[in-house]
C-alpha cells in the first residue's frame, strides 16, 4: 500500500515520467537537421501483418462459398453475377467462377 502512495505521490509530482509518455529520442541526419528515428523497420520479416492474413482467410471463405454458387446449376445466374461483382469490390480485381480458382 505504501509503494502505491509513493507512485501516486511521484506521478502527481511529474517526478515519474512513464516511458511510453516521454518524446521520442531525436537522431541528426545528414543534413544536420533533427528526426525521429524509424523504429519499425520490418526488412526481411517473413510474416504479413495480421489484419492482411485474416482478411486474405475471409477472401478465402467467400470465394469458396462463391464456387459452391457458380456450381450449383439451382442458383440462378442473376444472383451469381451480383455476388461476384460485391466480391470484385472487396478484391479490388474483376472476379468471375474461374478466377476463384486462385484462392
Request: aromatic fraction near 8%; charged fraction near 20%.
Given at each position: ?22 518524446a521520442p529520442s531525436r537522431v541528426p541526419d545528414e543534413a544536420g537537421t ?52 460485391r466480391f470484385s469490390l472487396i478484391t479490388g480485381r474483376p472476379e468471375s ?7
Amino acid at each position: 500500500m505504501r509503494v502505491v502512495v509513493a507512485l501516486l505521490c511521484l506521478l502527481q509530482l511529474g517526478l515519474a515520467t512513464p516511458v511510453f509518455a516521454q518524446a521520442p529520442s531525436r537522431v541528426p541526419d545528414e543534413a544536420g537537421t533533427a528526426r525521429t528515428p524509424f523504429v519499425r523497420n520490418l526488412d526481411g520479416y517473413q510474416f504479413p501483418a495480421l489484419a492482411q492474413t485474416i482478411a486474405r482467410m475471409q477472401n478465402i471463405a467467400h470465394a469458396m462459398r462463391l464456387r459452391d454458387y457458380c456450381a450449383d446449376r439451382r442458383v440462378p445466374d442473376e444472383f451469381v453475377r451480383v455476388q461476384l461483382e460485391r466480391f470484385s469490390l472487396i478484391t479490388g480485381r474483376p472476379e468471375s467462377c474461374a478466377s476463384l480458382l486462385d484462392y
